[in-house]
């Protein structure tokens, strides 16, 4: 009904850098905020960035001034545009829209996508 589809993901070396994508598609009226988390092995998964329907932007202290955050309303799309990346930023990216109202009124929440693995190696 409501599914979030990530791409982007892939090998880069460090300093490079890497452009990730979100596509909501399905009976979609709005959607208000939509945000990347991230998950690496062990880890607890962790905010990345959140951008609100208004476009804020909120990003995690780990990568201010590195990553920002986009989206085109039009395309029911969200970008994480990844700079400088480091090692550490190895992790399965995961993109998430708390709150999703259909065309037929159906409030959708906590929806997320499958996932996109981002491998930051020399």
């Known amino acids: 009904q409501v599914q979030l589809v990530e791409s982007g993901g892939g090998l880069v070396q460090p300093g490079g850098s890497l452009r990730l994508s979100c596509a909501a598609s399905g009976s979609i009226s709005s959607i208000n905020a939509m945000g990347w988390y991230r998950q690496a092995p062990g880890q607890q998964r962790e905010q990345v960035a959140v951008i609100g329907s208004g476009g804020s932007t909120n990003y995690g202290d780990s990568v201010k001034g590195r990553f920002t955050i986009s989206r085109d309303n039009a395309k029911n799309t969200v970008y994480l545009q990844m700079n400088s990346l480091k090692p550490e930023d190895t992790a399965v990216y995961y993109c998430?829209?708390?709150?999703?109202?259909?065309?037929?009124?159906?409030?959708?929440?906590?929806?997320w996508g499958q996932g996109t693995l981002v491998t930051v190696s020399s």
């Open positions: 998430n829209a708390p709150s999703v109202v259909g065309t037929m009124g159906r409030r959708y929440f906590g929806v």
